[in-house]
C-alpha cells in the first residue's frame, strides 16, 4: 500500500493533478443537467440552512470562518515543520534520513507537513464543485497515507532503533496536545520554512481577506495565483540541510 519512490519523486506533479481534478470534476460538469456547476462551499451553508442547525447568515459566517481557520491551521504547521525540516528535505525528490528529528511539531506528530497541506486542501476543497470536493478528499487522502507509509517503511529500515522508539511514542497523523519526546538540538530556520511554504501562507491571507465578499470564482483564482508565486519562490530557495531528518 505505500508509495513507490517512482510515486514519491513525482508527488507533487501528481497532487497538483488531484486538485486540477478536483476543480474540474468532469465527471461532474458532464452529468449535469444544468450549466451552472455550484461550489461545495454554497453546497455546505445551504445543507446547515436547510436542516435548520443555522440560519443563512450564520451557516454562511460559520463555514467560512472554519475554512479560514483551516486554512491558517494548514499554514502554520506546514511553517512551523519546514522551519525545523529544512526546504531542501520538504523538496528532495528522493526519501531523506540522517537522524531522528525530535524537535518542534515533530514531538507532537510524525508528519505535521502531510498535516499542514490536508488541512490547507480541505479549505480548497470548498470552492470545488460537490462531486469534484469528495474526490479530491478521498484521493488525496489516499495518497498521503501512501506516502506516510513509504517514509515511515525507509526510515525504519534506515534508522532501526532510534526511529521504532519514536514511533511508540509519537502518534502519526493527528497531534499529541503536549510533547511525547524530549526535543533535540535542532534549531528552526524560520525565513526558510516562511518563504517554502509561500502558497499555504499566501493562500490563507487571501482566503481570510477574499472570503467575505463570497466569490469562489475569485478565490479560486488566488488559489492558482498563490501556487504560481510559490513555484517561483521555491525556484529561487538556496539549499540548506537540516540537523535531521524524519518525514513530512
Known amino acids: 500500500m505505500k508509495a513507490t519512490n517512482l510515486e514519491f519523486r513525482f508527488r507533487m506533479p501528481i497532487i497538483f493533478a488531484l486538485y486540477v481534478l478536483g476543480f474540474w470534476a468532469p465527471w ?5 443537467h444544468t450549466s451552472a456547476i455550484t461550489s461545495t ?9 436547510s436542516a435548520h442547525w443555522l440560519s443563512l447568515s450564520n451557516a454562511t459566517m460559520f463555514v467560512t ?17 519546514t522551519a525545523y525540516l529544512g526546504a531542501s528535505t520538504m523538496q528532495a525528490p528522493s526519501l531523506q534520513g540522517q537522524q531522528v528529528l525530535a ?10 507537513l502531510y498535516l499542514g497541506s490536508y488541512l490547507t486542501a480541505l479549505t480548497v476543497a470548498i470552492l470545488m464543485p460537490p462531486q ?14 501512501r506516502l506516510v507509509l513509504a517514509e ?4 525504519r529500515d534506515k534508522l532501526n532503533g532510534p526511529y521504532l522508539d519514536y514511533v511508540k511514542r509519537v502518534p502519526r497523523i ?5 510533547p511525547r519526546v524530549p526535543s533535540s538540538a535542532t534549531r528552526p530556520h524560520w525565513f526558510d520554512g516562511l518563504l517554502a511554504e ?6 490563507a491571507i487571501c482566503f481570510a481577506v477574499l472570503a467575505w465578499r463570497y466569490n469562489s470564482h475569485l478565490l479560486t483564482q488566488s488559489v492558482i495565483i498563490c501556487f504560481g508565486g510559490s513555484l517561483i519562490v521555491r525556484a529561487m530557495l538556496p539549499g540548506r540541510h537540516p540537523d535531521g531528518v524524519l518525514s513530512k
Open 28 to 32: 461532474e460538469r458532464y452529468s449535469s
Open 41 to 49: 462551499w454554497l453546497e455546505l451553508i445551504g445543507a446547515i440552512a
Open 65 to 81: 470562518s472554519m475554512a479560514i481557520a483551516l486554512a491558517f491551521a494548514g499554514a502554520v504547521i506546514r511553517i512551523w515543520g
Open 103 to 112: 524537535a518542534g511539531p515533530y514531538r507532537h506528530v510524525r508528519n505535521p
Open 132 to 145: 469534484g470536493a469528495l474526490f479530491f478528499v478521498v484521493t488525496l487522502g489516499f495518497f498521503i497515507l
Open 152 to 155: 515511515e517503511s525507509f526510515l
Open 174 to 178: 493527528l497531534p499529541s496536545p503536549w
Open 198 to 203: 509561500t502558497f499555504p501562507l499566501a493562500f
